[in-house]
């Protein structure tokens, strides 16, 4: 990749060359750093057990109380961290604030937390044109690019987006679920892979991703992953 080969070169560099910023503080560090020790220490994940299914934290056991009495339609779930400091800031700074160095300095970090996970194409969650023309970019595209250059792994832009969002928050399961059914169309549903890993920044309900795995299935894959970087607690678990 264009930043690994810049950051072998700057290595034979004089100290003066390499040096840049942290992407978390802004302390002076080595180019071939996106973070400083200090920074990189806070981004560490805490150890938690997760949800199999959901990513969400639970004390024992495999699945969340929510998975097992309903089941969602995705499969697994990996997750980098919760949505917590510093890594709610540094996802915000990302997405607000035109930033997209950012996300690939995030996906790296889900990288070094998840080196090896099971094969599928990357597919990102899209975004309306309208939302991308604003912002100048879509956030898991960037992730899922990355995340194709660390993994080698293909990926396909499976769906679009014909609808602006609305806030699911407050609506029923079957309220945000019929929204977000006519908010998110698959292109394609034919030569589709056997695993589609659905790429996106944060999870909050779900019920995004819980759709397009329930379209991916209708039309015949067989398995859904998710990769998250931030996991927040659904506010309608329980
Ligand atoms: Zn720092
Ligand atoms: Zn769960």
Sequence with gaps: MLFDWVKEL????????????????GQST??????????????????TQRCRSCGLPIASGELCGHCISHPPEYDQTF???????????????FKHQRQPLLGRALAELFYQQHATLPKGVLCPVPMHWLKKWRRGFNQSEILMQTFAQYYHYDYRELFVKPHASVDLIGLTRAQRRMIVKKNYRLKHDHNLPKRVILVDDVMTTGATLDELAHQLKQAGVSQVHCWIIARTPSPYAG
Excluded: A
């Excluded at 700057?10 to 503080?25: I, Q």
């Excluded at 997750?79 to 700074?93: A, E, G, S, T």
């Design 30 to 47: 080595s180019i071939r750093h996106y973070w400083c020790s200090t920074c990189q220490q806070l981004l560490t994940p805490e150890i």
């Design 79 to 93: 997750v980098f961290d919760d949505y917590r400091w510093p890594l709610n800031k540094l996802i915000q700074h």
């Design 10 to 25: 700057t290595t034979y560099l004089p100290t003066d060359f390499t040096t840049h910023h942290c992407l978390g503080c």
